[in-house]
């Protein structure tokens, strides 16, 4: 057992002494968790001065009890148990049901984590539309010539935005040495990207991987930069949706480094359960919002509806999850953060979790909307 002491002893002092490098953080932080906006430097994203709020149905609307595991229990207390901190639910532009717990409340800011993938896919809609973007059949290359002798010159941003990429990255987060932890802990993102390699040919398989939005979100920077646009990427996101949403709070996206640095573009939107809904409700209505168009409703339509050419999956598209056959589709990040939009239902369910809670929340998602009377 004295080998097995002291080898937690160096592995301590290892981490303290590395605390200004990505391993020494993984080892202080010990993975990743729903306060991590705390742990890292960000941009803001404004509230507008007239923020827009969903009205409240005169009567709750939503599930009393569920049946899981064989046994009948009420819905608030299945939700507690199962890690969850906020579930909302909105229908036809109305929360007919909104609960809270450990200590959260409206106001509170939850981190996304990967449901800003899908964010990402509709700044690039949002892009396209303001020619900033040639088109998703436009080469990578093009915004970011330094990763041509890396073969990207094959890889175009349909490629990043389906996971179809062929980029060499390792996904998990446990391994301090994995790919995903050194951009999530890191701090010297471009670095990492223009280091990054293919694996095999793009538009052969699909793989999840955050480095390809990492590279989405980095196009778009180049995008902005080749226009002569001043914004960063969080700046566009507050022009384009965020202050024409309303959103009622305040937000944030988290960045590699306090000077210089790029927003960690696979994960780490700032922003409360609410507001979150506000992003389903503005696709559930082919993003159109109180009238005024900000996303073309061409390009929801489209990464809202499976395709299954050159590698791509029936379950994903544009940085959507989609879970059923159904039209119903989703963002989804790490530790159970869901944004579930159901068309057909007219219906937005928002979950923010500690912890997936011990069951996969998608399925549950869509059963509770296919049960939505």
């Known amino acids: 057992m004295r080998w097995i002491r002291s080898y937690g002893v160096a592995l301590l002092a290892a981490a303290l002494l590395l605390g200004g490098c990505k391993v020494g953080r993984f080892f202080i932080y010990n993975f990743a968790g729903t306060n991590d906006y705390k742990k890292f ?11 827009a709020t969903y009205p409240a149905a005169p009567v709750e609307r939503g599930p009393r009890s569920i049946t899981w595991q064989g046994k009948e229990q009420g819905f608030d207390a299945f939700l507690e148990r199962h890690k969850t901190v906020a579930f909302v639910v909105i229908h036809r532009d109305t929360v007919v049901y909104e609960r809270y717990f450990k200590g959260y409340d ?10 800003a993938k899908s964010v990402v896919g509709m700044l690039v809609g949002c892009a396209i539309d303001d020619g900033l973007i040639q088109g998703v059949d436009q080469p990578v290359t093009d915004f970011i010539p330094e990763l041509a002798p890396n073969g990207f010159d094959k890889v175009t941003v349909e490629h990043l935005l389906q996971m179809t990429g062929g980029l060499k990255f390792n996904e998990s987060y446990s391994n301090p040495f994995g790919d995903a932890a050194k951009f999530y802990y890191g701090r010297r993102m471009y670095r990492y990207m223009a280091k990054m390699k293919l694996a095999h040919p793009p538009g052969t398989r699909f793989e999840y991987q955050s480095g390809s939005t990492q590279l989405l979100g980095w196009v778009l920077e180049r995008a902005l930069r080749m226009h002569h646009d001043p914004r960063t990427v969080t700046a566009y996101l507050e022009d384009k949706l965020w202050a024409p949403l309303g959103m009622r709070n305040s937000g944030s996206w988290s960045i590699d480094r306090k ?5 960690k573009f696979f994960c780490c939107i700032n922003a409360t359960a609410l507001d979150y809904a506000k992003l389903g409700s503005l696709y559930l209505h082919a993003g159109n919002w109180q009238g005024r168009q900000l996303v073309p409703a061409e390009w929801v339509a489209t990464s809202t509806r499976p395709d299954t050419s050159q590698g791509g999956v029936p379950y994903y598209r544009h940085q959507w999850w989609l879970p059923s056959p159904d039209g119903d589709f989703m963002a989804h990040g790490l530790l159970g953060q869901y944004v579930y939009v159901n ?9 923010l979790g500690t912890k997936e809670g011990g069951f996969e929340w998608g399925g549950l998602l869509h059963q509770l909307a296919e049960a939505w009377r």
């Open 106 to 115: 409206e106001r509170h800011m939850h981190t996304s984590f990967s449901m």
């Open 343 to 351: 068309p057909s239902k007219e219906l937005v369910i928002v979950r």
């Open 41 to 51: 430097p960000a941009r803001p994203l404004q509230a507008p001065a007239q923020p």
């Open 259 to 263: 000077k210089g640095g790029i927003e």
